[in-house]
């Protein structure tokens, strides 16, 4: 199984159009990957999609780097009984 | 003898949604008031007492000075219990007589005349069990009045009751400021223009099929038509509008552009052009620059509208528009198709199509899908906002009682949300 950073540079890939091997993990979302305020709603959406969760969209929406959503989504999946790969 | 308005039939409230969402029924506006106003006029009570659903108690309390939800004002006095929703002109019965429960043919309370000294032997814990025992104790009587039965009957009907409410208020004349040139088509015992209006020069009333009734401190400004009937509330701004007949709008509304047959409440923007006729629109209401409905299908057909997402309703006209939920926003250039629900609390950004004939309350319609957007506490930002400026206030009632709302939309907006994703993952 993939890790949760592989899969959130994968879905952040998907909806910004980019390529995953260049995301990092300090990029922020808008200053460095692009990311418009219609982007970050789908980027959430598909991360609930892809994980399987329900993310609080204030805080999600709150998280500004890729780092910080892998952090973000993994502390949710924990609380929400999903098994990842950290 | 005490006026007891209730509500309290969910499947009753259901009919009147999303404009009911955040509002007692009797709330809900037509001709030039609302159906309470309407109903006080009619029975001349000695004193009111209203009864809402409990998540909404505490909101309601703060904007009336009369008791809510309380049981003990249903001791002390007789008591005239009405179903909002029944026509006032309608209501025929005396005021004065022995108790008797008013049934419609589906045995739903229509009124209840109840003495004093019965109404003490009626105690409850709530009114719907109140109206249970009264049901069951007093004699029932059948009763036909008629009642509106769904929003677009208040939006059809909406230009008759201007012109008798016009006729019942007895007022004409121009008490407020016309700067000249101001047109008046038709008799001028049919305009009436009351204290601290100002109309600006090269306005036009016409008065010819209908009276015209402008309320203190509005404001119209130049190149704005006004055909009656027509009542234009307190402190509203027609911004060299279009205004057709048969449109109540107020109070502190701006409307611009073209609206015909439609009912505004409070507080709702429709600041430039763009078209919206058969429409009901709620309060802190924006509908963006160009946003546009249509009210009659191509085919002259009956329009259907749904008010839960699933089932369409046929309206048994062919002229109906929108009904448009509190504090919903519409971005620039938002089409709205013939018979289209909008949720309150709604954030609508145009596709540049006709959106969805239904969009639930709290979505956030972006990139032609629903989706959870920013969520509700932004959207409350946004309502708090609006209000501010408007010095009104957001309180946490407001809040608990939107939180309720959200809550009990849930079902359909997380449906839309599930089908918008699916296009996503596509």
Same mark, same amino acid.
């Given at each position: 199984m993939a890790t949760v950073e592989e899969r959130v540079k994968a879905v952040t890939a998907n909806v910004l159009k980019l390529n995953a091997d260049e995301i990092k993990l300090e990029d922020s979302f808008t200053a460095d990957l692009g990311a418009e305020s219609v982007q970050s709603i789908e980027l959430v959406a598909m991360f609930e999609e892809e994980f399987s969760i329900e993310m609080d969209e204030d805080a999600a929406l709150s998280v500004q780097t890729v780092g910080e959503a892998v952090e973000f989504i993994t502390d949710v999946c924990k609380k929400q009984g999903v098994d990842v790969e950290e | 003898m005490r006026l007891v308005l209730f509500d309290c039939f969910p499947e009753l409230r259901s009919r009147f949604f999303p404009l009911s969402l955040g509002r007692p029924l009797w709330e809900l506006r037509i001709g030039m008031g609302s159906l309470a106003g309407k109903l006080v006029a009619k029975i001349h009570p000695d004193n009111i007492v209203y009864f809402v659903p409990d998540y909404m108690a505490d909101a309601y309390r703060a904007q009336v000075d009369k008791p809510v939800?309380?049981? +003990? =004002?249903? &001791? *002390?006095d007789d008591l005239m219990l009405v179903n909002p929703v029944v026509k006032a002109e309608s209501? %025929? &019965?005396? &005021?004065?007589?022995?108790s008797e429960i008013g049934l419609d043919e589906h045995r739903t309370v229509v009124y209840a005349r109840i003495s004093k000294s019965d109404a003490k032997r009626l105690s409850s814990d709530d009114i719907e069990a109140f109206i249970d025992l009264a049901k069951a104790k007093l004699p029932n009587v059948t009763c036909k009045l008629p009642t509106w039965n769904y929003t677009w009957d208040l939006i059809l009907a909406n230009g008759e009751q201007i012109t008798a409410e016009f006729a019942d208020a007895g007022r004409n004349g121009f008490e407020g400021t016309l700067e000249e040139p101001v047109a008046v088509r *038709? +008799? !001028? %015992?049919?305009v009436y223009v009351a204290p601290g209006v100002k109309v600006h020069p090269m306005v036009t009333i016409d008065a010819e099929h209908g009276p015209v009734y402008i309320d203190e401190r509005a404001e119209i400004h130049p190149f704005s038509r006004i055909e009656g009937p027509c009542y234009i509330g307190t402190g509203s701004i027609l911004? *060299? =509008? %279009?205004? !057709?007949?048969g449109n109540s709008i107020g109070p502190y509304c701006r409307i611009g552009g073209e609206v015909e047959e439609s009912i505004i409440h409070g507080y709702s923007n429709k600041y430039h052009d763009g078209f919206l006729g058969h429409s009901y629109v709620g309060e802190w209401v924006n509908l963006g620059a160009l946003t546009t409905n249509s009210d009659l299908k191509n085919d002259y057909s009956n329009v259907s509208i749904m008010l839960d997402g699933q089932h369409a309703i046929d309206? *048994? +006209?062919a002229k109906v528009g929108s009904l448009i939920g509190d504090h919903t926003k519409t971005s620039i250039g938002t089409l709205l198709n013939t018979g289209s629900y909008l949720g309150a609390m709604a954030i609508i950004m145009a596709t540049g199509k006709p959106l969805p004939k239904y969009i639930p309350s709290f =979505?956030?319609?972006?990139e032609g899908i629903v989706t959870k957007g920013f969520g509700k506490g932004r959207l409350y930002e946004t309502a708090k906002t609006a209000m501010d400026r408007r010095k009104c206030e957001w309180t946490p009632a407001m809040e608990a009682m939107w939180d309720a709302v959200f809550e009990m939309t849930a079902p359909e907006r997380n449906k839309a949300i599930k089908k918008g994703r699916m296009t996503l993952v596509k």
């Open positions: - | 939800n309380d049981m +003990s =004002a249903l &001791v *002390g209501f %025929k &019965v005396p &005021v004065q007589g022995t *038709g +008799s !001028r %015992k049919d911004l *060299g =509008a %279009k205004c !057709r007949e309206t *048994g +006209s =979505a956030w319609f972006i």
